[in-house]
């Protein structure tokens, strides 16, 4: 698949800093931000299925381990995954892993229907065919399972950095594929996969550029609370949605 192998060698180099970003100000603050919102979306997820497909190193992967998922995880990026493998062991969490696979969105080495739940965050902005990664996950996930997905909103507060990002198919600062969408073309794109929108969340992450600028964060912060589920929610840069698997599907 055209960038996997770029992305993945991007990714493998990342594994050693990606945690470092949420050590200033403003990355604690986005990090402590979307922590929250999957522990409260995720919250009634014990006991089940779950697929985590890209799981980096594993800030996710240990709240759905802490809930008491039956965790699988899957990521393009082996040392991804193992730096994910090595926290839920040093957290004394291993039992609650199933399988870690090195794996790419587009073929996941799962039977259909093997899940009851799945969450891929913070990944749908680095791939090329969304239909295809979507339908991809969409056919691992049982009947009226659920789906909690992320993606960079376009129009946005953000507007100008998400079109900066779309012109040069690259993130800001850095050297990996990246790209912005407009909320309906991912509806339509989850749609088509099967997947209906249940519920949604708007989140307003503080740019890297302003992560060590403490008082524009703190503000920055009161914003992305205020857009969660109020009309500003429409505006966020990240919507967090939570989609449902159609009993019938494709
Ligand atoms: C921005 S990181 C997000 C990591 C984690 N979900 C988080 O939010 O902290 C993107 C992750 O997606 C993985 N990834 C990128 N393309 C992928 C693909 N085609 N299939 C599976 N994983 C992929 C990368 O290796 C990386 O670990």
């Not at 594993?58 to 040392?79: H, K, N, Q, W, Y």
């Not at 199933?98 to 799945?118: G, K, T, W």
């Amino acid at each position: 698949m055209l960038d996997e192998q770029a992305t993945r060698s991007f990714y493998q180099e990342d594994s050693i800093t990606y945690d470092s970003r949420w050590h200033s100000p403003g990355g604690n603050i986005t990090n402590r931000a979307q922590i929250r919102l999957v522990q409260s979306v995720c919250s009634g997820w014990a006991h089940r299925r779950v697929l985590e497909v890209g799981c980096g190193t594993g800030r996710f992967s240990e709240v759905l381990a802490r809930i008491g998922a039956d965790l699988t995880i899957a990521d393009l990026a082996p040392a991804m995954l193992s730096v994910t493998v090595e926290r839920l062991k040093r957290e004394g969490l291993e039992s609650r892993l199933r399988a870690a696979e090195c794996a790419s969105i587009y073929q996941l080495p799962f039977d259909d229907d093997s899940f009851d739940c799945a969450f891929m965050l913070n990944v749908v902005g680095h791939l090329r065919d969304t239909q295809l990664a979507l339908n991809e996950i969409s056919r691992v996930l049982r009947p009226n399972g659920t789906l909690l997905v992320n993606f960079p909103n376009l129009y946005s507060i953000y507007f100008p950095a998400g079109a900066r990002v779309n012109r040069q198919a690259k993130a800001v600062g850095q050297d990996v594929y990246s790209r912005w969408f407009r909320p309906c073309d991912m509806t339509s794109a989850l749609a088509a996969a099967g997947l209906s929108i249940v519920d949604w969340y708007g989140h307003v992450h503080v740019p890297r550029s302003l992560h060590t600028n403490r008082w524009v964060a703190a503000m920055i912060g009161s914003l992305d609370c205020a857009s969660r589920h109020t009309w500003l929610r429409h505006l966020a840069p990240v919507r967090f949605c939570l989609c449902r698997k159609s009993e019938t599907t494709q």
